[in-house]
């Protein structure tokens, strides 16, 4: 009878190399015939990976009749040629076990021993493969969709892996049975059971896709710095590269932005700026605005702040929409940046600050954020628009405009 027979589910772990299955396996039969012959020191436990099976036998020492003196190691010529009729005294007698000579019992208790030793090491080795992965891109296919959590199958290897809602993209939707692709963030232990993470909202995610879709930087001629994101939004990269003869920027965009489109689709949309990093840090400023145009930057290194001044055209485009622009820039390149316009004011233009008895500070504060200096800038532009790129309720907006307008009508 074939020992294995039993135990088919686990002739070869999914994940548990064979060296590991044979050890297992042997220590479960050896504890198994510990149990019911008090030790296994005349016992070999043979498993044939190629076949898949497994086979026990108890080896002795043959004696004259009524000569054993011990029966774990000998056994008497008589009960020898029971077992095969060519034995003689002196040879070793080799006898096979089979599964019924141990009981019912018995056998049950190995096999839920063998049961719980294999799944811990799969989960081990579950654990050891993917910590080996962290910060590799995985694809899988979206099996189940809970509140809060995808479990996407890794086509790689089928194992399950979470995508938390809090890793997926603003526009991000799934039904079962999706592809998705997303990069392994970290592996955790949960109840002695390994947790795969994936996100799709990490850097790091943008950087293995730059780094499919760009060979120059899987290559290392062109390396990726710095990575910043409001995911699904926009995000900035700042590349450099170490030949003179290849421009970063350009080969990460390709030929009529061939490479960046595939990412900018699998980002949702997500807004991409490439810009070449430098060691000149006005000049990253600078660039990190993109796509805005700077006329001049006044920094202090020591406090890590830029006042960038700007036409009152290229205002909004440093902003950018909600302040994503700025807000990545000063990410970008370390710097709290506020943005000015040019010191360009009209004869018959009024500083904001001079309205400080009618208008509170905060709201003069809210106003100065989006680059409205004077009286003028915030009445060039639109009440919705206004509305949009401040805080300010309607009614505090309606309020601004009117004292300001009142301003100019009284002259």
Known sequence: MNLVDTFSEFKMGKNIDRPTMVRVLEDVFRTLIRKKYGSDENFDVIVNTTKGDLELWRVREIVPDGEVTDDRSQVSISEALAIDEDYEIGEECYEQLFLEDFGRRAIMAARQTLISRIM??????????????????????????????????????????????????????????????????????????????????????????????????????????????????????????????????????????????????????????????????????????????????????????????????????????????????????????????????????????????????WVIDALKSIGCDTARNVLELSKDELLRRTDLEEETVDEVLRILASEFEED
Request: glycine content about 6%; overall charge negative; some cysteine.
């Open 120 to 361: 811990e090491l799969e989960k081990d080795e579950i654990y050891k493969r993917y910590f080996d992965r962290v910060g590799d891109v995985v694809v899988g296919e979206v099996h189940q969709i809970l509140k809060r959590e995808l479990l996407v199958l890794d086509d790689a290897t089928g194992n399950e892996v979470i995508l938390p809602r809090t890793e997926m993209i603003k526009g991000d939707f799934y039904r079962k049975g999706d592809i998705v692709k997303g990069v392994i963030k970290r592996v955790e232990m949960r109840n002695n059971t390994p947790v795969v993470v994936m996100s799709r909202t990490d850097n790091l995610f943008l950087e293995k896709l730059l780094e499919q879709e760009v060979p120059e930087i899987e290559d290392g001629l062109i390396t990726v710095k710095n990575i910043v994101r409001i995911p699904g939004e926009r995000a900035k990269v700042a590349v450099e590269s170490y030949d003179d003869r290849i421009d970063p920027v350009g080969a990460c965009v390709g030929m009529k932005g061939s490479r960046i489109h595939g990412i900018v689709r699998e980002l949702r949309n997500e807004n991409i700026d490439i810009v070449n990093y430098t060691n000149n840090l006005s000049l990253y400023i600078q660039r990190a605005l993109t796509p805005a145009k700077v006329s001049s930057i006044n920094m202090d290194v020591n406090s890590k702040s830029a006042n960038v001044f700007l036409e009152p055209d290229q205002v909004s485009l440093a902003i950018g929409k909600g302040g994503t622009n700025i807000k990545l820039a000063s990410k970008l390149t370390g710097f709290e940046i506020d943005v000015y316009r040019n010191n360009e004011v009209e004869i018959d233009d009024v500083e904001l600050d001079e309205f400080r008895d009618e208008l509170e500070d």
